[in-house]
């Protein structure tokens, strides 16, 4: 952390800024120019609040050197996490999965038809919404338990291990057959839920908030790891602009970017970004190409009368060829 | 509803779609161009799904005349609604009030030195938090239960109803004492948690989230509401944007624009908004000449030394100072 | 500036860095920490290029300090600074002025008309497009050199000066007697056009573009001041985020930012911001609280029927109704 | 065009409307629903003013059918539009090239020697600035007509075809041995320069504003082709965004969405968008993926010592290793 002082800042208050920092274990080291005093803050600096030393009224500007996340930070765990299910597969450290399935899971027939369409075409995970953030409360909000137990239903079938959404951490009892636990946008910050999930050992994926900085999606996947849980996969899915033509603006440089400053994998998610099934298959070929560790993709075998999201769903024919592509450029995709 | 259909639509899946359309309750109003067929959907439009009818291969486009809120809508309920706490404070529907206090309690003598000095400059309702999200897991997160105690005590001392934060339904319990409920920005969209607001008696602040439309404030708004409780207060605290000298931008449009779309009291939040102590009270004065119902300010008795966010807190001497110039322009406010 | 090196930093290439800095005609000031070197660069850094100092190997981050911009900067320049206009009208440092007109100027008439109602009800400067920046070149591009023609005869008749935009330096020749040329958010940073206006001894008000920052505004005033010309105001009118129920997001936090960083005169037009007319007077108010030197607002004689933006303009009624409201608060106003 | 009448419209005024539209030349379709009157509005459009419509009072909304941009609209051109150079080398309709150089023209032996290496690489068109858009005035701001000079010397070396920047309508007579005229973002919606180059028989590449919608990214496109040029390529180069790790946020989803909705070839500018070298290869194989007919990439024999923006530009050797990769991708990315 840098300080940097006020000009007219005089020595008393100097002095006692500097006392009061050292008492927090840090070590300075002040540089006195002409114009400006510098206060450079080495060691553990986690304790100091940023904002307490901005509110001073001797302080110019304050700069953090360190990111505050720590087990999410690569600079402490230089080789990449791989996140392994029970069935034995993996994402990450070079594991690149296809996870596919329909936005909310409606009927028996459908997730299992869904299930068997988007394996069959390369998928290895199920995806599937049984408890559903809607902005409406008047909009469908997914079958609930129910569409839990058709989920391990169609894990039995399939043998594809399964990711749905928690939304709240009084359903954690019922989540025991799901493999990943999914976290929305919208909870992105819901810091409360995030402790719960600290607390269990089972796969998390966090998705990034519709306007959150990607520092602040690691700062969010500090709060699952802090608390134990260490097997975290961030998911870039779209965040707000002035853009109208697609529902979000899909970030996908925020897949070089998260792969330098954190060792988690980085699934991105074409279909909720963009909200247009045409737009999904070009999208995903090119978060393959710049190193994506896994694709989470929306496939209905029935989209127009999908209960949610119809828009963005592929056939699974689309699915089957955007496949087909995804895997043709694998080999040449970036880190 | 307007549903605007492709040019290629042909007479079969024309037919399909009103039989589907009517068989849900509406009232059709099919209007056939040389180019284009325009059907107009009228009567309760909540149960069709726009993005249902957007994945139809011979729609066009789709939009909403409606807006996807109804107890919170003034189309509806053309009184402002005035929310009214125990001890007879009133806002909204012409009644302002000032809320004012620290950001986090954090002592006894601290939380009841601001709660009079609040009081003595006109402040009618404290505020202080608790239990406090915080981005980092390292960072203070509110003394919580004791928190409560001692803003139950800065009541009893100075008479003042107070608010406070809720993270958390599995807290609801300690909150008995609270007058107002305070939802986070970071929770706006956290629909689980709104449900449960919903099933109680006490009022509401909802506030918007850092990139959510002032359409979906109101249709969290509106969670709460269905679910019976309807005295909800909604709150604008500053949107994400490229801008970096304030912390967030405060959209100060949401005043009027709010006033004309729902009769629920408005709320503005200059201190989160800006981060900048000194910002606050041009921001204050602005929100009230623009129409809002109330203020929330950030006070500390000491901001250098405040345990969260002292870079945004007034000294009471400035809030004083504040409030006397907020008194004299409330008269030629606008609405 | 601060340059933080990276930890691997070998002492051959610090030297390098510090013979290179050195050549410049910087100072330097070191510190060398446990883990980081940090080095401070005093005197005049405004020729060292960041970009090229970013690029280097050894460096981690790099921090301006001082702003880009120098003849714009209050730190250089204490004192407010007055725009007097030639019939004695002064804008900044105290003075607050209203300027009104239509968005375009369309018949002698038209613009007669509204000079005369805006000047009742206590506008000093009339405003009116002759050049008008349209999105489609299908649409009505405004008058040219017979709008000037017309706004000068206003001028003549009422004794308003006129503030009009330019697009082109090629017509400066017709803006003679313009009293101040307005350049518009989408040429905020045509800098061609803004060094030409430094040569010019006329009022400019330049105006925020729609993704530009507080920072970027006023390098672009200093653009036209380094060229000579140190009449420049700025001027907020909306800048694109994410919300759609007002054409942009009228940002009025830059008012008591711009007052703190610059010494320019500091103008709101609410009109271009909001795009409706409901929402100007409130936001008029809300601008004249929180301390803007002059207000700049579309007024038609009828909306209805204007060739241009007749949904964001007042008639004459509501403008003096809000011109009341405005002179009222303005004693109570706070910078 | 879609307007939605207003519940209590009375019906002198619908006739009043319906005269005035008709009048334009437009067909009407009036739909007469229980609460509300639909009309639609069929024909050429294209001279309605959808502001002036919003400005009635007894209209709800108005919503645009068709978008504003004709000549550059896929609705009325379905084939993909191929730019053919001098020397034969074509953009669009399938055919994809690799445009590099450094960001500035410094020297005679830089330009040149860059030109060889991109060119050895794959490269077929050599970009390089000599006017340069610079945030302060005090920055390099190119080496203007001696490095166009420059350019022409590196193109008669090389055989490669060159694309440079032009800033003022003044400078087009230095443009003559320029293969592709460059606009760039902050000129996006300098309409007065872009009439310019309707006038002339030259490719444009026309870059996207960095807070501007596609439509209007096309909308400026259409005033360069209405004008009777309509060689244009449009390019995305980032946008403004909350987030602060990249410079701007590359908005990939452009490529397939421009795709449907224009003819013109797209061009991505990973360079500009994440400001990072190590960001570029990733972003420029993921812009391959995804469609786009071209790249145009930062290259510098030396970056850390470039005059301008070194920090993003690649070394030869990365830029060689880059574009290997891109034609292995090439053949799998979809449209």
Same mark, same amino acid.
């Given at each position: 952390m840098i300080i940097l002082l006020k000009k007219n800042a005089n020595q008393t208050q100097i002095e006692h800024l500097k006392e009061s920092l050292t008492s927090m274990g840090v070590q300075l080291n002040v540089s006195v120019g002409q114009s400006h005093t510098i206060i450079g803050l080495l060691g553990d600096t986690s304790r100091v609040d940023i904002d307490m030393l901005n509110a001073l009224e001797i302080v110019e500007s304050v700069q953090r050197i360190q990111e505050p996340f720590k087990k999410a930070n690569r600079r402490f765990h230089e080789d990449d996490t791989i996140i392994e299910l029970e069935n034995g597969v993996k994402i990450g450290g070079g594991n690149f999965q296809m996870i596919a399935g329909p936005c909310s899971v409606e009927t028996e027939s459908q997730i299992i038809e869904v299930a068997q369409a988007v394996k069959a075409a390369g998928a290895t995970i199920l995806r599937g919404g049984a408890f559903k953030p809607r902005t409406s409360p008047y909009a469908f909000q997914g079958l609930g338990a129910e569409g839990l137990r058709l989920l391990s239903k169609a894990k039995k079938e399939t043998g594809l291990p399964i990711i749905t959404e928690l939304? &709240? !951490? !009084?359903?954690?009892?019922?989540? &025991? &057959?799901? &493999?990943i636990i999914q976290i929305g946008a919208r909870n992105m910050q819901n810091f409360e839920l995030l402790k719960q999930l600290g607390k269990i050992n089972k796969p998390v994926l966090l998705k990034r908030g519709l306007a959150n900085t990607l520092q602040e999606l690691l700062t969010s996947a500090e709060y699952v790891m802090a608390g134990g849980n260490e097997q975290v996969m961030v998911c870039e899915r779209g965040i707000r602009t002035f853009e109208t033509r697609t529902r979000n603006t899909l970030d996908l440089s925020a897949v070089p970017v998260l792969h330098r400053i954190t060792h988690l994998p980085v699934v991105i998610d074409p279909s909720h970004a963009t909200g247009v099934a045409k737009l999904v298959p070009p999208m995903a070929l090119a978060a393959t190409a710049c190193g994506a560790d896994a694709l989470i993709v929306e496939v209905h075998n029935d989209p127009a009368h999908a209960l949610c999201d119809g828009a963005q769903s592929l056939t699974p024919e689309d699915f089957a060829e955007m496949a087909r592509r995804v895997k043709a450029i694998l080999p040449y995709s970036m880190r």
């Open positions: 939304m &709240d !951490a !009084a359903h954690l009892s019922l989540f &025991d &057959d799901v &493999d």
